[in-house]
Antibody
């Protein structure tokens, strides 16, 4: 069974940092592009970042460039999102997912990040 | 960035109705278009990829069509479990962008 399990969300003050993790199992993690997608409360979906299978290519939405860093450790079947200089508008459920460049569609359950003082 | 405009933003329909949702891209995206379904409190689920390919396990009442700038998602006969919000996504160029969503409610 494919599983993507996110962790690391929580409440953080504006300007603070968080590191999200996503543990993958049930599929060959190293063979897939991986993405982070977020959804602000009551709002639509927003793609945040993705990373190629070997980590050699990374892409970000403009609103997080220079603040967020996506990375992966294929030996640990894990995806990460380091989030710095957090803002109120970063408040959202963050999903780990793999659906780009693939016929497969894998999503985690999401982890809530709340940026508030 | 490519803007994806979905219409309608919300609609009411009855079980058995044929439902069509449209997504327009601000520039040509070939067939790099996917459709997702999301139920309240649940994880998004892809229904269609490459504009018209049915995701494995998705009922055949769902279909997608289009190329270039205009795309449609059709539900041939709406079922009770299909009441949800639907999103299109383009991934022809970075950043991938979602449409604003179409909420399908029970009439």
């Amino acid at each position: 069974e494919v599983q993507l399990v996110e962790s690391g969300g929580g409440l953080v003050q504006p300007g603070g940092s968080l590191r999200l993790s996503c543990a993958a199992s049930g599929f060959t993690f190293s063979s897939y592009w991986m993405s982070w997608v977020r959804q602000a409360p009551g709002k639509g979906l927003e793609w945040v970042a993705n990373i190629k299978q070997d980590g050699s290519e990374k892409y970000y939405v403009d609103s997080v460039k220079g603040r967020f860093t996506i990375s992966r450790d294929n030996a640990k079947n894990s995806l990460y999102l380091q989030m710095n200089s957090l803002r109120a508008e970063d408040t959202a459920v963050y999903y780990c997912a793999s659906f780009l460049y693939s016929s497969k569609d894998y999503w985690g359950q999401g982890t809530l990040v709340t940026v508030s003082s | 960035d490519i803007q994806m405009t979905q219409s309608p933003s919300a609609m009411s329909a009855s079980v058995g109705d044929r439902v069509t949702i449209t997504c327009r891209a601000s520039q040509g995206i070939s067939n790099y278009l996917a459709w997702f379904q999301q139920k309240p409190g649940k994880v998004p689920k892809r229904l269609i990829y490459a504009a018209s390919s049915l995701q494995s396990g998705v009922p055949s009442r769902f279909s997608g069509s289009g190329s270039g700038t205009e795309f449609t998602l059709t539900i041939s006969s709406l079922q009770p479990e299909d009441f949800a919000t639907y999103y299109c996504l383009q991934h022809n160029s970075y950043p991938p962008t979602f449409g604003g969503g179409t909420k399908v409610e029970i009439k």
